[in-house]
Each structure stands twice: as C-alpha cells, then as structure tokens.
Nanobody, 116 residues
Framework: QVQLVESGGGLVQPGGSLRLSCVAS????????MAWYRQAPGKERELVAE????????NYADSVKGRFTTSRDNAKNTVWLQMTSLKPEDTAVYYC?????????WGQGTQVTVSS
C-alpha cells in the first residue's frame, strides 16, 4: 500500500508558476506509474500528466502541453508537477495518483487557484 501527500498549491496570478510535490510512503515509488489529475468545481476529474516508472516517458493533457512538466526521483520517493504560464482555467484541486496493475492510490489533493 502507498500513502501519497501533495503539497505546493496556493494562490497565484495568471502567468505565474507553481511547483507541486507528491511524497510517497509505504512502498517503493519505482513500482508505480505516477500521474497528476485535477478537478475543478462542477467538473469531472481529469488527467493532467503521467510519468512512467523510470521517468523515461511522460504524457500530458493537450490543455497543459508546453506549460506543465512532471518529473520524479524514485530515490526520494517524490514526484513533481512544475506548472508555468498558469491560467485561470487551471484552477482546481490537484491530486497525485499511483497505479500498479489493479492497485490505484490517491493523495488528499492540493488546491491551486489562479486569479488576479
């Protein structure tokens, strides 16, 4: 079992940047494909970015391509989401996700608000 704790959210002006962190405990992070999801009020949770176990490959939602970057350090059991050129429509609760076969774990989420 894996426990995930996100941090780094907050209030930022349009065009600004934030870096989210997700620290895992309970098992080695290198066993899991990691992903970031977000959920805005009244909307479904959507995939933002994902990264393979080794970190060698990433995938992004079209809406964040070129602005967001995900990375991981398995030795530190940590995954990051670097967000730049933030827009008001990026406002949401951001969740860290770990999956392996049938196992699927979620963090508690961190709020990101983009507003002037």
């Amino acid at each position: 079992q894996v426990q995930l704790v996100e941090s780094g959210g907050g209030l930022v002006q349009p065009g600004g940047s934030l870096r989210l962190s997700c620290v895992a405990s309970g098992n080695n992070l290198n066993l899991y494909i990691m992903a970031w999801y977000r959920q805005a009020p009244g909307k479904e949770r959507e995939l933002v970015a994902e990264i393979t176990r080794s970190g060698g490959s990433t995938n992004y939602a079209d809406s964040v391509k070129g602005r967001f970057t995900t990375s991981r350090d398995n030795a530190k059991n940590t995954v990051w989401l670097q967000m730049t050129s933030l827009k008001p429509e990026d406002t949401a609760v951001y969740y860290c996700n770990a999956r392996r076969n049938w196992q699927n774990y979620w963090g508690q989420g961190t709020q990101v608000t983009v507003s002037s």
